[in-house]
């Protein structure tokens, strides 16, 4: 927190970098929950994550009394999930097969000049040295690659059902859907989790967190001293994170 109130006045770069390295581990633990529900790699996740990061630490304000924790947690989620959303039915391919693809192109083009006829895949994976299984398997993910029409009508063996007008729109999962099923997923555990809590806790908790009141406020509204605000709501989210940790195999930072 001190290091947030020197950045809060005087922000620079190196600060901002200490600050990410110190609160990489809450960026650590979203990328690692979300990675295990979505096809992109973590290391993707763990990028887009910092980049919520950085922007949570240049907007928090260590005056409002929240814990920066808490406050960085959205936008490092919600950098991923828009990230997910904008790139959710994008096929990648590896590195290496995309550069093989694109030589094996000019290959063909040259064994063309250069033998008078169409090249067979023997010949052009011999001169790419490559196997013919890696050539095919290479030129097979280029092909579905290619973006199909989500009007396009699936053939009658891949119908789940004899429905002639079942198309490839039909079949597939809404990514906002997906997406929404975290959401309400992660929701569910944490308003489980805050049940379990005394009373007073939780109701300090949710004031400051999901009220966004001072703990100034907090105090006032329920009748005891801001200190002991603060005390009920550090021992609450200890509680949180405990409660958290058992009904889920990722670590949650409090």
Request: glycine share 6%.
């Amino acid at each position: 927190m001190e290091l947030l109130v020197i950045f809060k006045n005087q922000p620079s770069v190196q600060m901002r970098n200490r600050l990410v390295r110190l609160n990489m581990g809450l960026v650590r633990t979203i990328a690692h929950r979300l990675a295990h529900q979505c096809a992109i790699p973590y290391e993707d996740l763990e990028q887009c994550g910092s980049l919520g990061l950085i922007t949570a630490i240049e907007r928090f304000d260590p005056t409002q009394g929240y814990a920066f924790s808490s406050f960085a947690v959205p936008y490092i989620r919600g950098e991923i999930l828009h990230f997910l959303r904008d790139r959710g039915n994008t096929v990648r391919l590896p590195r290496r097969w995309q550069q093989l693809h694109r030589k094996g192109q000019k290959v063909q083009q040259n064994l063309v000049m250069e033998l008078g006829r169409q090249p067979s895949e023997r010949e052009v994976a011999e001169a790419l040295d490559l196997s013919m299984n890696e050539w095919r398997s290479v030129q097979l993910a280029a092909c579905n690659r290619i973006p199909l029409s989500l009007n396009a009508r699936l053939s009658p063996n891949q119908q789940l059902q004899a429905d002639s007008s079942l198309t490839l729109g039909d079949a597939l999962v809404d990514a906002n859907v997906q997406i929404q099923q975290i959401n309400d997923e992660e929701s569910s555990e944490l308003q489980q989790a805050l049940a379990q809590l005394e009373e007073k806790t939780r109701e300090a908790i949710q004031l400051v967190y999901f009220k966004h009141l001072s703990r100034k406020e907090v105090a006032q509204h329920i009748g005891v001293s801001p200190i002991t605000v603060t005390r009920r709501i550090n021992r609450g989210l200890g509680e949180l994170k405990n409660l958290m940790q058992k009904s889920s195999p990722t670590e949650i930072y409090g």
